[in-house]
T-cell receptor, first 112, second 113 residues
Framework: KQEVTQIPAALSVPEGENLVLNCSFT??????LQWFRQDPGKGLTSLLL?????REQTSGRLNASLDKSSGRSTLYIAASQPGDSATYLC???????????FGSGTQLTVLP | DGGITQSPKYLFRKEGQNVTLSCEQNLNHDAMYWYRQDPGQGLRLIYYSQIVNDFQKGDIAEGYSVSREKKESFPLTVTSAQKNPTAFYLCASSGQHSGNTIYFGEGSWLTVV
């Protein structure tokens, strides 16, 4: 059974800092990996999707990498802003049933 | 606008009652999902459907039921058999024409009183 782990569970940084969030998964047979943002009491917003054949994806200040063989992905946030404060979740799509398995998230606080 | 609509946003249920959460999408997605999220935890899959008139149990299906009579709609019923139903429920959908990116609704808060 696929398991997804995110470290750290919480992170607090000063504004302007670059930061990296980590995601690891146990079964490398995946179709894709997706990073989401969740604000308190809200649904999830898709940030980046990396197909299994890709190594990275970029959107603005965000860059996500995927190393399938080691079962790892990172989300890099450049020049962090207070508006980036949220919980970030990664999820992998895999298995014969094409199920999406989520990590428990990293709660990010960017201090002004 | 295209998207996923969940209703109601907030719902209170008395013990012993069944309640149904609505999920509608106009993205023309084949696959739809229901997740449960408890405070400070990740999402757990309740049920999913890859195509109309077909659905599969997820990791925590006990005490829940679904139907998929239309492509656009995937309602979730929380039955009285669900022992701890208070949670945040999220509906999602995905389609191959959008690269299998999964899109979420805004969620429904269910509280048992």
């Amino acid at each position: 059974k696929q398991e997804v782990t995110q470290i750290p569970a919480a992170l607090s940084v000063p504004e302007g800092e670059n930061l990296v969030l980590n995601c690891s998964f146990t079964d490398s047979a995946i179709y894709n990996l997706q990073w989401f943002r969740q604000d308190p009491g809200k649904g999830l917003t898709s940030l980046l999707l990396i197909q299994s054949s890709q190594r990275e994806q970029t959107s603005g200040r965000l860059n996500a990498s995927l190393d399938k063989s080691s079962g790892r992905s990172t989300l890099y946030i450049a020049a962090s802003q207070p508006g980036d404060s949220a919980t970030y979740l990664c999820a992998v799509l895999g298995g014969s049933a094409r199920q999406l398995t989520f990590g428990s998230g990293t709660q990010l606080t960017v201090l002004p | 606008d295209g998207g996923i609509t969940q209703s109601p946003k907030y719902l209170f249920r008395k013990e012993g009652q069944n309640v149904t959460l609505s999920c509608e999408q106009n993205l023309n997605h084949d696959a739809m999902y229901w997740y449960r999220q408890d405070p400070g935890q990740g999402l757990r899959l309740i049920y999913y459907s890859q195509i109309v008139n077909d659905f599969q149990k997820g990791d925590i299906a006990e005490g829940y039921s679904v139907s998929r009579e239309k492509k656009e709609s995937f309602p979730l019923t929380v039955t009285s058999a669900q022992k701890n139903p208070t949670a945040f429920y999220l509906c999602a959908s995905s389609g191959q024409h959008s690269g299998n990116t999964i899109y979420f609704g805004e969620g429904s808060w269910l509280t048992v009183v």
